[in-house]
């Protein structure tokens, strides 16, 4: 059971430049979350869905912008990479609201230049 | 006013001690929280969950809630050394949707 994958580890991004970060889970969870975390810091919030075709703002979600077509997929996608946006991303997904305790990836390390 | 608040430490306590790590949370928050351990440079994992007032033991871990005083506490008893880590208090946000909110963690450093 892969849990929740993310793609990729890690990249050095060109300032203006764009990627999209990749979150895949496999446990059928409805609830997927993108966090960031920057250095010393606890973990903001991005952007999060609910279930396919559900998206909604975090507390962070400036710069940033997702899609959710499927369960299993939560993108997250940089359109003009900045470097206030050199961080660790991570993904997360939890099953219902009565289920709530979220796995994390093992994150992406994006650095802005 | 932060919503998930920790002192972010470090708690350095010696090998064997009881180590408690505490979080206090406001009034918009729902009654589900969360304790996750991260490990420098790796991802946060789930230790404990606790959803109704009291305490809830797993292991050497007792998480505590109290919602009279809005807070949320994690002892860790006959600490390790393996257990110097961040710890990170979660709680989870109720409303048109559930959004999962973390504080800024805790450092704990178990010595020899």
């Known amino acids: 059971n892969a849990g929740v994958t993310q793609t990729p580890k890690f990249r050095i991004l060109k300032i203006g430049q764009s990627m999209t970060l990749q979150c895949t889970q496999d446990m059928n969870h409805n609830y997927m979350y993108w966090y960031r975390q920057d250095p010393g810091m606890g973990l903001k919030l991005i952007y999060y869905?609910?279930?396919?075709?559900?998206?909604d703002k975090g507390e962070v979600p400036n710069g940033y912008n997702v899609s959710r077509s499927t369960t299993e997929d939560f993108p997250l996608r940089l359109e003009l990479a900045a470097p206030s946006q050199t961080s660790v991303y991570f993904c997360?997904?939890?099953?219902?609201?009565?289920?709530?305790?979220?796995?994390f990836g093992q994150g992406t390390r994006l650095t802005v230049v | 006013q932060k919503e998930v608040e920790q002192n972010s430490g470090p708690l350095s306590v010696p090998e064997g001690a009881i180590a408690s790590l505490n979080c206090t949370y406001s009034d918009r928050v729902s009654q589900s929280f969360f304790w996750y351990r991260q490990y420098s440079g790796k991802s946060p994992e789930l230790i404990m969950s606790?959803?109704?007032?009291g305490d809830k033991e797993d292991g050497r871990f007792t998480a505590q809630l109290n919602k009279a005083s809005q807070y949320v506490s994690l002892l860790i008893r006959d600490s390790q050394p393996s257990d110097s880590a961040t710890y990170l208090c979660?709680?989870?946000?109720?409303?048109?949707?559930?959004?999962?909110?973390f504080g800024t963690g805790t450092r704990l450093q178990v010595t020899l």
């Open positions: 606790i959803y109704s007032n």
């Open positions: 869905s609910v279930g396919a075709g559900i998206t």
């Open positions: 997360a997904s939890s099953q219902a609201r009565t289920l709530p305790e979220a796995f």
């Open positions: 979660a709680a989870l946000y109720t409303g048109t949707a559930s959004k999962l909110t």
